[in-house]
């Protein structure tokens, strides 16, 4: 047992007094009448408080328990002054970041770019809360020491734990990369089946502890079905603040229409994905520009936009596994970055970002009640509005209709998970993206 005080050369800081030991225990899954119940894992002890100029006495006892949090890890359960530092208007508020499967390939990616202050801006000071579970946790406490080796000034407070009712808390932006992977054999009902059951769990969680206004960016497989299943067991949260991650297939449909026509990929815009983030999405290069013109009049040849093109976008996560050996979790962080970025920073004049958002009220005429990827515009304060002036033509419509299909027969396959009866299967094909087979 070592007791120090801290005493910082800044006002940036407060004193603190810290305790810890190096013990480490983990609790493991017991079962009690059938039922599972997860205990809290128990990390190395650290209790800090704050001082004005001594290092304080241990208290006997204590007359009030605090409200339960997740433990905080290491040098990150310094308490830090920030009323000092708004003074000077330094800083912004700090806000608590959610991450579900924090222990995994994307979120290593992610994480880092997080704290660096690579999404939210160079003067946000952040709070990473990461959820994991009983077999990841021990890769947790590494990954919560290699954010605490990287020295990140914006990052303030790390917590660990596997219960979402203690990890959400206070959470304003909530991202949900954890599910279950498809395994051999598996069938896509039941695998909508068991990663359903994981957000809807997750989506009480937000309602009970969460902000009020947090966001929720899903990315967790089938991710629109998992948003849609999220938001509809969490009935406090608006379900306009519920995403489902498709900016990964946008940035593919840029980067194949940049290729085609010789250009850089930052010459290409106001391209949409439309629908399921499955093989029937739907890339939309009818609205799409390059250098300001539309696609057709840059690329004119319309059968590999119809044929090709849309195939590559759809497939290339596969193409990505068979040449890599491993799914696509880099780029598919950064493609999480962009979509955080696109509703907390105005998007450009006349251009806007897919984004697969709730269909309530929708201008199109897609099906009301699922979660769907359309083109989004944001001023830079977390919201969102629907793009009115796009076209249609038979092509790209018909195509809709297809992906809109998929996703009611989804919707009635995990019923019994949104409140809304019993699930009746009747998927019309086997369109997971590759990457989940």
Not at 37 to 45: D, N, T
Request: hydrophobic residues 40%; charged residues 25%.
């Amino acid at each position: 047992m070592a007791v120090a005080e801290l005493t910082p050369s800044s006002s940036s800081y407060t004193k603190t007094a810290l305790s810890y030991s190096s013990q480490f225990s983990y609790a493991s899954a017991r079962v009690s009448s059938g039922r599972r119940v997860y205990l809290k894992p128990q990390k190395s002890r650290i209790s800090c408080s704050v001082t004005s100029n001594e290092v304080q006495a241990p208290v006997a006892a204590k007359t009030a328990e605090p409200k339960k949090k997740p433990d905080c890890f290491g040098v990150f359960c310094l308490t830090y002054d920030l009323k000092d530092e708004d003074e000077t208007k330094s800083w912004k508020k700090l806000i608590n970041i959610a991450v579900s499967g924090a222990a995994g390939m994307i979120s290593n990616h992610l994480l880092f770019k997080l704290a660096s202050g690579e999404v939210f801006g160079p003067d946000q000071p952040i709070a990473l809360k990461l959820l994991g579970s009983e077999r990841s946790i021990q890769a947790l406490e590494g990954v919560a020491m290699e954010l605490e080796d990287s020295l990140f000034p914006l990052l303030r407070e790390v917590s660990i734990g596997i219960d979402p009712y203690e990890v959400f808390q206070d959470a304003e932006w909530a991202l949900l990369i954890g599910a279950k992977p498809r395994g051999p054999g598996m069938e896509r009902a039941d695998l909508l089946d068991i990663n359903g059951q994981i957000f809807a769990e997750q989506g009480k969680a937000l309602n009970a502890v969460a902000s009020r206004n947090v966001k929720v960016m899903v990315v967790g497989n089938p991710c629109n079905t998992n948003a849609l299943i999220c938001l509809k067991n969490a009935p406090d949260i608006p379900a306009k603040n519920f995403h489902a991650l498709t900016r990964l297939d946008e940035n593919r449909a840029k980067c194949q229409l940049a290729l085609k026509a010789g250009v850089f990929y930052d010459q290409v815009s106001n391209v949409t994905i439309w629908g399921n983030h499955s093989t029937t999405q739907v890339p939309d290069f009818l609205n799409a520009k390059i250098n300001g013109l539309p696609v057709k009049e840059v690329i004119k040849d319309t059968k590999w936009l119809e044929d090709e093109f849309t195939v590559k976008v759809q497939k290339r996560g596969g193409v990505l596994i068979q040449k890599w050996g491993r799914s696509s979790a880099a780029s598919t962080a950064v493609s999480i970055v962009d979509a955080i970025r696109s509703l907390v920073t105005p998007t450009p004049e006349g251009d806007w970002f897919s984004s697969g958002v709730y269909t309530a009220g929708n201008p199109y005429g897609i099906a009301d009640d699922i979660v769907f990827s359309m083109p989004c515009r944001s001023k830079g304060d977390g919201d969102y509005e629907l793009v009115k002036d796009v076209i249609f033509d038979d092509y790209l419509w018909s195509r809709i209709k297809k992906t809109e299909a998929e996703l009611l027969a989804e919707k009635k396959c995990v019923a019994h998970l949104t409140g809304e009866g019993i699930a009746v299967c009747d998927l019309p094909g086997d369109t997971m993206l590759p990457g989940e087979m």
